[in-house]
T-cell receptor, first 112, second 110 residues
Framework: NAGVTQTPKFRILKIGQSMTLQCTQDMNHNYMYWYRQDPGMGLKLIYYSVGAGITDKGEVPNGYNVSRSTTEDFPLRLELAAPSQTSVYFC???????????FGPGTRLLVL | KNEVEQSPQNLTAQEGEFITINCSYSVGISALHWLQQHPGGGIVSLFMLSSGKKKHGRLIATINIQEKHSSLHITASHPRDSAVYICAVSPVNTGNQFYFGTGTSLTVIP
């Protein structure tokens, strides 16, 4: 099993550009999450999903969108990149509600 | 406001020392998690606790629900234990939200 995979590993965006961060898991987990991690700050939940077709906002959803068309995939969309979105983004999944999470390797995003 | 506070923020230990990292939280929870973030950035879940104590190898995690406090202990520390240790809580009545501490950076010197 590959676990949770994320692409790309690193990306530089110009202000106003758009991009999609990809996340895939092969563990048949219903629950998937997107977090951002800023220096000196704890992980912050952006969006989460409890199953295919069902998503909900987390603590810091502004500037992002998600979709969940399949159990495996949970892409995160940035429509108009801003410098404040410079961060490391982690995707995670879990089998149980509030259960142990499995994290992807992260995507480092720099918006200039 | 920070729902989860960890101490210390940074910790340096000699190889073989017993290490304790503390986590205090301010909300009612259904579970508490300890995570390890490696220097390369990868995050691994170590423990999930709702009561009592759990042990895995040289790592021990305890929780006191009444005092809203958890500790992570590392016995016979080793340089490969050097990492950031993150405490996270699953609060009740907020769906799938997790609140994370800012982490404790541990360096174990040979």
């Amino acid at each position: 099993n590959a676990g949770v995979t994320q692409t790309p590993k690193f990306r530089i965006l110009k202000i106003g550009q758009s991009m999609t961060l990809q996340c895939t898991q092969d563990m048949n987990h219903n629950y998937m999450y997107w977090y951002r991690q800023d220096p000196g700050m704890g992980l912050k939940l952006i969006y989460y999903s409890v199953g295919a077709g069902i998503t909900d906002k987390g603590e810091v959803p502004n500037g992002y969108n998600v979709s969940r068309s399949t159990t495996e995939d949970f892409p995160l969309r940035l429509e108009l990149a801003a410098p404040s979105q410079t961060s490391v983004y982690f995707c995670a999944s879990s089998y149980f509600l509030r259960g142990a999470q499995y994290f992807g390797p992260g995507t480092r995003l720099l918006v200039l | 406001k920070n729902e989860v506070e960890q101490s210390p923020q940074n910790l340096t230990a000699q190889e073989g020392e017993f290490i304790t990292i503390n986590c205090s939280y301010s909300v009612g929870i259904s579970a508490l998690h300890w995570l390890q973030q490696h220097p390369g950035g990868g995050i691994v879940s170590l423990f999930m606790l709702s009561s009592g104590k759990k042990k895995h190898g040289r790592l021990i995690a305890t929780i006191n629900i009444q005092e809203k406090h958890s500790s992570l202990h590392i016995t016979a520390s080793h340089p490969r234990d050097s990492a950031v240790y993150i405490c996270a809580v699953s609060p009740v009545n907020t769906g799938n939200q997790f609140y994370f501490g800012t982490g404790t950076s541990l360096t174990v010197i040979p």
